[in-house]
């Protein structure tokens, strides 16, 4: 039965996770810019700032000559590469199909979450302004990001070192001691201590590689479901676990950033921000899609709740009722927006870095309390195995020799 059931785990692990990490393999050797893609992800706000500053300081040039000139002066660099790329597109050369729109261009070589805004502002006529305004929400959010990494980097460190210690402990530890007293004790004669400390060991020897597998599914779950999964439980999802939390709020400034510029240019009425929902949807991943449509929906049958419309669970509680308080006092909707947006662009960053600070606090207690129980379980354990063996020899009773047994 043991068996079955984990013949039963390979197979679903090779169904959830193989497929997505073949994907993900066929993505890193068969995409000639996906690592330019990806080291471009970091140095993406400074590039959209010094693009948007460009545009303003040289009316007519035409953008592509911008990617001319970054393609020739970084060559083999990451913005060189994506520069060409970009290039190719805007001319129609190099096999690429020709795209005039800037949001076109840049698609499937930046993160889906900047397209909305900039396919916003290149709809109203000003893409320096989307540009700008990812510019300076990424480098906001940015520093944020950096801050929490190195925050929870000494909960991963913790994390490495205790699966090095399981390691030691079934691979080394556990064998040395089964070992030690092979000739002084059966395992059935072993006590509370040691026996669970066998079959764990022995466990992890033969399965451990199982978990690893789990482990790597759950990470990329996590990662695909980020901007994926709408379901039943993403709200819970959202409050309870902390990746979800940040990403949440790291996405729900952003879109309000964007919305606020989309109000400001086309107008604060209902319509206005209909229209400008509608193609902020038609460009965004599944998630940010969900609630724009949500937005929708009350924004149609419920008209004049407020910044109630907004309440779809993009935000957290006291940002949703701060919407709506601003609302009810803000007649302006393009000016109450811009308002919730620069006090989410401030507050977002330090109630994450001090979500994170306590998770990395009580974290990193509870694996050191872990792996020092684990530390000092050997030492209980030889003691527990000395009374065994001493009780064991009192009574006469030693375990049968393979070269013993009789056919």
Do not use: C
């Not at 510029?261 to 206005?272: H, I």
Request: charged share 20%; glycine share 8%; net charge positive.
């Amino acid at each position: 039965m043991f068996n079955k059931l984990a013949q039963w785990l390979v197979g679903l692990a090779q169904r959830k996770v193989g497929g997505p990490m073949l994907k993900a393999g066929d993505q890193v050797f068969m995409d000639r810019l996906f690592w330019a893609k990806y080291r471009f992800r970091s140095m993406r706000a400074t590039y959209y700032g010094d693009l948007a500053k460009r545009i303003l300081h040289m009316p007519g040039e035409p953008v592509s000559n911008h990617f001319a000139k970054d393609a020739a002066r970084r060559v083999g660099e990451p913005v060189g590469v994506l520069a060409a790329h970009w290039l190719a597109r805007s001319e129609g050369i190099d096999g690429q199909m020709q795209r005039s729109r800037l949001t076109e261009i840049f698609r499937g070589t930046i993160p889906d979450e900047d397209i909305p805004i900039l396919a916003v502002a290149e709809e109203g006529g000003d893409i320096r302004d989307g540009l700008e305004t990812l510019s300076r929400n990424l480098t906001a959010l940015g520093e944020a990001r950096a801050g929490i990494a190195m925050t929870l980097a000494g909960v991963v460190m913790t994390v490495v070192i205790l699966h090095a210690y399981l390691g030691a402990l079934a691979f080394l530890i556990g064998p040395a001691i089964d070992k030690s007293f092979s000739a002084m004790l059966d395992v059935s004669q072993y006590g509370p201590i040691a026996s669970t400390f066998h079959h764990a060991s022995t466990f992890l020897r033969h399965w451990g590689w199982l978990l690893v597998i789990a482990e790597v599914a759950a990470g990329v779950w996590v990662v695909r479901a980020l901007t994926r999964y709408v379901g039943r439980y993403r709200g819970w999802l959202d409050r309870k676990m902390l990746a979800f939390d940040f990403f949440r709020r790291f996405q729900s400034a952003q879109f309000l950033a964007g919305l606020s510029a989309v109000t400001k240019k086309f107008g604060g009425d209902a319509r206005n921000l209909l229209d400008g929902l509608v193609l902020m949807r038609a460009n965004a991943y599944p998630y940010l899609a969900y609630h724009i449509e949500r937005i929708e929906l009350n924004l149609e049958y419920a008209p004049n709740e407020g910044g109630k419309v907004f309440d779809t669970g993009l935000f957290d509680r006291d940002t949703s009722y701060r919407i709506q308080d601003i609302a009810e006092y803000e007649s302006d909707l393009s000016k109450m927006l811009h308002t919730v947006s620069e006090d989410l662009l401030k507050t977002t960053p330090q109630l994450m870095q001090q979500r994170a600070s306590r998770f990395n606090r009580r974290a990193t207690i509870i694996l050191i309390v872990i792996i020092t129980a684990l530390a000092f379980m050997p030492a209980f354990m030889a003691q527990e195995m000395k009374s065994r063996t001493a009780m064991a020899a009192m009574g006469g009773k030693r375990p049968i020799s393979p070269q013993t047994q009789q056919p």
